[in-house]
């Protein structure tokens, strides 16, 4: 069981936008701004999207978006394209000096 | 550039230690500028946060494997280790390396490509 709450799936279609929400507790999401979102396309290793909830690693496209409120993060595509079609996970710094992660969210784009 | 590449035995008995080793090309261990990370993903499903290591020593280890793992450091070879103990089918994995800055608080701007391991008789 994940430490983070995800939905299992999304959809939407081109040029459209789309929102994942990422859901924990007051120990994690809601305690720190210390979320971050990771894109993952099948057989690759995870690429870091959002970091400290809402800041964008050089190169990212700023069509990603990060928020948080209360113990739930979102990660924000707009205009989506065909390339986003991947696996998105959240993950949070603990208070027990830990680092969980979210079950995982598959995009589609239709 | 900073590049890990993580390497291993890809099969494992049950019972049996795992162990794995993550070499740092690009950059040394010793710069004090990161910690490496060691992260798995189960076939089909999602990331698991294993453990973290300081070049001096410091350690932090996911309560759940706490018991059975240990994170190691080489800096004469730049290199981590990580060592888990009596593994199970469940540990069948893709594990990847990863590091974080000191900086950062615990997000991972580099990883490794990941090297499956599956535990099997």
């Known amino acids: 069981q994940s430490a983070l709450t995800q939905p299992a799936s999304v959809s939407g279609s081109p040029g459209q936008s789309i929102t994942i929400s990422c859901t924990g507790t007051?120990?994690?999401?809601?305690?720190?701004?210390?979320v971050s979102w990771y894109q993952q396309h099948p057989g690759k290793a995870p690429k870091l999207m959002i970091y400290?909830?809402?800041n964008r690693p050089s190169g990212v496209s700023n069509r990603f978006s990060g928020s948080k409120s209360g113990n739930t993060a979102s990660l924000t595509i707009s205009g989506l394209q065909a390339e986003d079609e991947a696996d998105y996970y959240c993950?949070?710094?603990?208070?027990?000096?830990?680092?969980?992660f979210g079950g995982g969210t598959k995009l589609t784009v239709l | 550039q900073l590049q890990l590449q993580e390497s291993g035995p890809g099969l494992v008995k049950p019972s049996e230690t795992l162990s794995l080793t993550c070499a740092v090309s690009?950059?040394?261990?010793?710069?004090?500028?990161?910690?490496l990370d060691w992260i798995r993903q189960s076939p089909g499903k999602g990331l698991e946060w294993i453990g973290s290591?300081?070049?001096?020593?410091?350690?932090y280890y996911n309560p759940s494997l706490k018991s059975r793992v240990t994170i190691s450091v080489d800096t004469s070879k730049n290199q981590f280790s990580l060592r888990l103990n009596s593994v199970t089918a469940a540990d069948t994995a893709v594990y990847y390396c990863?590091?974080?800055?000191?900086?950062?608080?615990?997000?991972?701007?580099?990883w490794g490509r990941g090297t499956r391991v599956t535990v099997s008789s």
């Open positions: 990863a590091r974080h800055r000191v900086t950062a608080i615990w997000y991972f701007d580099v």
């Open positions: 690009g950059g040394s261990i010793s710069s004090g500028d990161y910690y």
């Open positions: 993950s949070s710094y603990t208070s027990s000096s830990t680092l969980g």
């Open positions: 290591m300081y070049y001096s020593g410091t350690t």
């Open positions: 400290d909830v809402s």
């Open positions: 007051s120990s994690d999401v809601g305690g720190y701004n210390y």
